[in-house]
């Protein structure tokens, strides 16, 4: 079936590093997001990519959409603790009713 | 937040009991979605909307009913819980137009014992 591949399922990083995660497909999808999801709450979205080739920056994000359309990645400069959370790409599978399909989520904890 | 109210925000219920899910939203947004969010399996489709009174399966739609009979209302029904539906479930709405991105409200907790 249809998978949507996130690495690394889970980072444990210092505050003040660099953090990066990427998210790989075996079928091309024309448009990628990004979400983060903070503990009791639904997910937020961050980052939506519709060019392939584009990088995308959100404050200290930056997402870029692999020039293949099979995968994508985000990064997070200068980590701080509130971005502790699990992070998700998604694809629009289906244009009809902009239907996503979800990857499994990368949990990231950040050591103060 | 987007405008996206789910009730109840947690519930506790037996096998064999049905349960509804209600999602509640102030956008006038044309499209509605059910989740559930599983350890180890992300977010999976279960039913969406596509307006009012149409609506269509996802990827885990199995035991699962829906209904929508306001724009602004999107319930999702378990006919007779099982355990296995135990989860967290997510409403979200989207935009008409293309390339739309979802926003999701806050989760309902439904443990079925």
């Known amino acids: 079936g249809q998978q949507l591949n996130q690495s690394p399922q889970s980072m444990f990083i210092q505050e003040g590093e660099d953090v990066s995660m990427n998210c790989t497909s075996s079928?091309?999808?024309?448009?990628w997001l990004w979400y983060k999801q903070d503990p009791g709450e639904g997910p937020v979205l961050l980052i939506a990519l519709y060019k392939a080739g584009e990088l995308t920056s959100n404050g200290r994000l930056t997402a870029q959409f692999g020039i293949t359309r099979k995968d994508s990645f985000l990064n997070i400069s200068a980590s701080i603790p509130s971005d502790v959370g699990i992070y998700f790409c998604a694809v629009l599978k289906l244009r009809r009713a902009n239907n996503l399909f979800f990857g499994t989520g990368t949990r990231l904890t950040v050591i103060p | 937040d987007a405008g996206i109210t789910q009730s109840p925000r947690h519930k506790v219920t037996e096998t064999g009991t049905p349960v509804t899910l209600r999602c509640h939203q102030t956008e006038n947004h044309r499209y509605m979605y059910w989740y559930r969010q599983d350890p180890g399996h992300g977010l999976r489709l279960i039913h969406y909307s596509y307006g009012v009174k149409d609506t269509d399966k996802g990827e885990v739609s199995d035991g699962y009913s829906v209904s929508r009979s306001k724009t602004e209302d999107f319930l999702l029904t378990l006919e007779s819980a099982t355990s296995s539906q135990t989860s967290v479930y997510f409403c979200?709405?989207?935009?008409?137009?293309?390339?739309?991105?979802?926003?999701f409200g806050d989760g309902t907790r439904l443990s079925i014992l």
């Open positions: 079928s091309i999808f024309n448009t």
């Open positions: 979200a709405i989207s935009d008409r137009g293309a390339d739309q991105p979802q926003h």
